[in-house]
């Protein structure tokens, strides 16, 4: 009896690495697989950063292609930001699905994140390998889903401390308690997820740059206003939400080449209006938002940044797929650079921190960013 019970748990454990490393080699594969088609297409071919006229028949053509693919192989979450609506069964077909849709979304120009795609394509990895190696366990299945989070989560940042703050969801995932067995399974897909995109050589979704971690009365005072203009923030992106909902809530809207066309415009719009700092994610732009900002000066940084909320409102809105962690933590960018304008010493993480804690209130109200 103890000898089956632990090799149950040796077999748990081995499913749990293999966990990791798929998730890890996904994470890569398709963050990989998007940034190179935006750089092929975006700025190799059409070099849209000098011929900014080229945005408008390129988002066209992309949008058309994704709304069509959404229309054919996931009619049932038409117009929702999440892929394939609910979450999907666990089989081969439908990680390949999510994956898919999410690639042409995202290249489309989408000022979304990759999180919502790359969610619920690691949970169907997870869950399908729970269902093929435990078909007669469903916590086995469940739980090797939340490790799945685990592992997404350290490849995004890198670091098996992120992984690991991520066990929350494993919680809400299995609906069990944080009992030591848990917290070593977490490890054991951080590290495992870790390690893999150190062998790949895989860099980090986003990238920061390094300050002073001392912190004074002053640093305080300005986390407490960055802690303000991120409630603020989400409370713009909310009432944006509520005001493109309108488009989307009339009658035509159910025909998907008129929505696609409607995206198209609406997005087309902002990107020309915003430039290039404002595309997609935001996550390659941080750091070139740093290097502008002297230049852009408080008025231009308040302009990139409303134009950008009005993009990821767009976007979310009106049927593209992705998710809002990673757009947001570019706003949490701009506004710690307005800050650093007139405090240079100010720690940008610190900033981070503080603009993502108001956007979290802001969304205890506002639903905004699930």
Same mark, same amino acid.
């Given at each position: 009896?103890?000898?089956?019970?632990?090799?149950? @748990?040796?077999?748990?454990?081995?499913?749990?690495?293999?966990?990791?490393?798929?998730?890890?080699?996904?994470?890569?594969?398709?963050?990989?697989?998007?940034?190179?088609?935006?750089?092929?297409?975006?700025?190799?071919?059409?070099?849209?950063?000098?011929?900014?006229?080229?945005?408008?028949?390129?988002?066209?053509?992309?949008?058309?292609?994704?709304?069509?693919?959404?229309?054919? *192989?996931?009619? /049932?979450?038409?117009?929702?930001?999440?892929?394939?609506?609910?979450?999907?069964?666990?089989?081969?077909?439908?990680?390949?699905?999510?994956?898919?849709?999410?690639?042409?979304?995202?290249?489309?120009?989408?000022?979304?994140?990759?999180?919502?795609?790359?969610?619920? /394509?690691?949970?169907?990895?997870?869950?399908?390998?729970?269902? @093929?190696?435990?078909?007669?366990?469903?916590?086995? &299945?469940?739980?090797?889903?939340?490790?799945?989070?685990? /592992? *997404?989560?350290?490849?995004?940042?890198?670091? &098996?401390?992120?992984?690991?703050?991520?066990?929350?969801?494993?919680?809400?995932?299995? =609906?069990?308690? *944080?009992?030591?067995?848990?917290?070593?399974?977490?490890?054991?897909?951080?590290?495992?997820?870790?390690?893999?995109? =150190?062998i790949v050589e895989a860099e980090s979704y986003v990238s920061f740059p390094h300050?002073?971690?001392?912190?004074?009365?002053?640093?305080?005072?300005?986390?407490?206003?960055?802690?303000?203009?991120?409630?603020?923030?989400?409370?713009?992106?909310?009432?944006?939400? =509520?005001?493109?909902?309108?488009?989307?809530?009339?009658?035509?809207?159910?025909?998907?080449?008129?929505?696609?066309?409607?995206?198209? &415009?609406?997005?087309?719009?902002?990107?020309?209006?915003?430039?290039?700092?404002?595309?997609?994610?935001?996550?390659?732009?941080?750091?070139?938002?740093?290097?502008?900002?002297?230049d852009l000066g408080l008025w231009g940084l308040l302009w990139v940044l409303g134009?950008?909320?009005?993009?990821?409102?767009?976007?979310?809105?009106?049927?593209? @797929?992705?998710?809002?962690?990673?757009?947001?933590?570019?706003?949490?960018?701009?506004?710690?650079?307005?800050?650093?304008?007139? /405090?240079?010493?100010?720690?940008?993480?610190?900033?981070?921190?503080? &603009?993502?804690?108001?956007?979290?209130?802001?969304? @205890? =109200?506002?639903?905004?960013?699930?």
């Amino acid at each position: 009896m103890l000898y089956t019970k632990a090799m149950k @748990r040796v077999a748990l454990f081995g499913a749990i690495v293999t966990v990791g490393v798929g998730v890890a080699l996904t994470y890569y594969v398709f963050e990989a697989a998007v940034a190179h088609a935006i750089q092929l297409i975006w700025y190799d071919w059409l070099d849209t950063d000098t011929n900014r006229w080229l945005v408008i028949p390129l988002i066209f053509i992309l949008t058309y292609i994704f709304f069509s693919l959404t229309h054919y *192989l996931d009619p /049932a979450g038409e117009s929702g930001s999440h892929a394939l609506g609910k979450m999907p069964k666990p089989s081969v077909a439908n990680f390949v699905k999510v994956l898919l849709i999410g690639f042409c979304s995202l290249v489309a120009g989408a000022a979304l994140g990759p999180e919502a795609i790359l969610v619920p /394509a690691s949970m169907v990895l997870g869950s399908y390998i729970g269902h @093929r190696l435990f078909t007669k366990s469903t916590f086995a &299945v469940s739980f090797l889903a939340g490790m799945a989070m685990v /592992a *997404l989560f350290t490849a995004f940042f890198h670091s &098996v401390v992120v992984g690991m703050l991520s066990v929350a969801l494993i919680r809400k995932q299995t =609906k069990t308690r *944080l009992m030591p067995l848990v917290i070593l399974a977490s490890l054991v897909a951080a590290t495992s997820s870790y390690f893999t995109l =150190k062998i790949v050589e895989a860099e980090s979704y986003v990238s920061f740059p390094h300050y002073s971690w001392s912190i004074n009365l002053r640093t305080i005072l300005l986390a407490g206003v960055l802690i303000a203009a991120g409630y603020g923030a989400i409370i713009v992106m909310s009432k944006l939400h =509520k005001i493109f909902s309108k488009v989307t809530q009339h009658r035509l809207m159910t025909m998907w080449w008129l929505r696609a066309f409607v995206a198209s &415009v609406g997005l087309i719009a902002l990107y020309l209006l915003g430039g290039p700092l404002v595309e997609f994610t935001g996550n390659k732009s941080i750091l070139p938002l740093l290097d502008q900002a002297a230049d852009l000066g408080l008025w231009g940084l308040l302009w990139v940044l409303g134009v950008k909320i009005a993009a990821i409102s767009w976007s979310k809105t009106i049927g593209y @797929r992705g998710g809002m962690i990673f757009p947001t933590i570019f706003l949490a960018a701009g506004l710690t650079a307005i800050i650093q304008l007139y /405090a240079s010493e100010f720690n940008f993480i610190y900033g981070i921190i503080a &603009v993502l804690v108001g956007a979290f209130i802001a969304n @205890r =109200k506002t639903g905004i960013l699930a």
